[in-house]
């Protein structure tokens, strides 16, 4: 079992859509939950950070976490073209031999259609 | 704003070469890490550093070395590069290990013929 799962999609959505992107972690010691986009051929870029459960909204995003479920969610309201880009998420544990250490998924693709 | 910069956006050398990948951050962060980002495989954890001449392994060292002697820069270095390790490579940083993320450099595109 992979330590952090996407759906690799590609998850398309029309423009002003709400667009979903899910994420599962196996290591219940994880800690922090982050969302990075990634364009294509660049590097990827931190959009949203998690700790505790709930929502917390930054503008058009809104980032999910329920640690019973190990479940981590991205939402992204009014979708834009310029959104489209593969997003990662990526969890920390905070303990143990894996202390500190990023571990990412594989990515879902975003496309946003006019 | 964070910026984290990486020495060449393209490398193109030989197999057997000794390859030097440097990246420099300006934000006084204690950690550095460098990662390789392949397709179907993600991205991937090779090194990273918490402090000064500190490092550790990551998931994937193998073939891999690092340098940390100053807190702004981290050096990957591939003692004979094979075709293998034909990727993109990625650097980071991050002030608090664990709450904060982790901010990226633009990557290096290495070809190893």
């Known amino acids: 079992q992979k330590e952090v799962e996407q759906n690799s999609g590609p998850l398309s959505v029309p423009e002003g859509a709400i667009a979903s992107l899910n994420c599962t972690y196996s290591?219940?010691?994880?800690?922090?939950f982050f969302w990075y986009r990634q364009y294509s051929g660049k590097s990827p870029e931190l959009i949203m950070f998690i700790y505790s459960n709930g929502d917390k909204e930054d503008g058009r995003f809104t980032a999910q976490l329920n640690k019973a479920s190990q479940y981590v969610s991205l939402l992204i309201r009014d979708s834009q073209p310029s959104d489209s880009a593969t997003y990662l998420c990526a969890v920390i544990n905070a303990g143990g031999t894996s202390y500190g250490k990023l571990t990412f998924g594989q990515g879902t693709i975003l496309t946003v259609h006019p | 704003d964070v910026k984290v910069t990486q020495s060449s956006r393209y490398l193109v050398k030989r197999t057997g070469e000794k390859v030097f990948l440097e990246c420099v951050q300006d934000?006084?962060?204690?950690?550095m890490f460098w990662y390789r980002q392949d397709p179907g495989l993600g991205l991937r954890l090779i090194y990273f550093s918490y402090d000064v001449k500190m490092k550790e392994k990551g998931d994937i060292p193998e073939g891999y070395s690092v340098s940390r002697e100053k807190k702004e820069r981290f050096s990957l270095i591939l003692e004979s590069a094979s075709t293998n390790q034909t990727s993109m490579y990625l650097c980071?940083?991050?002030?608090?290990?664990?709450?904060?993320?982790?901010?990226f450099g633009p990557g290096t595109r290495l070809t190893v013929l």
């Open positions: 290591d219940r010691g994880s800690q922090s």
């Open positions: 934000m006084d962060h204690e950690n």
């Open positions: 980071a940083s991050s002030f608090l290990l664990v709450s904060l993320g982790q901010f």
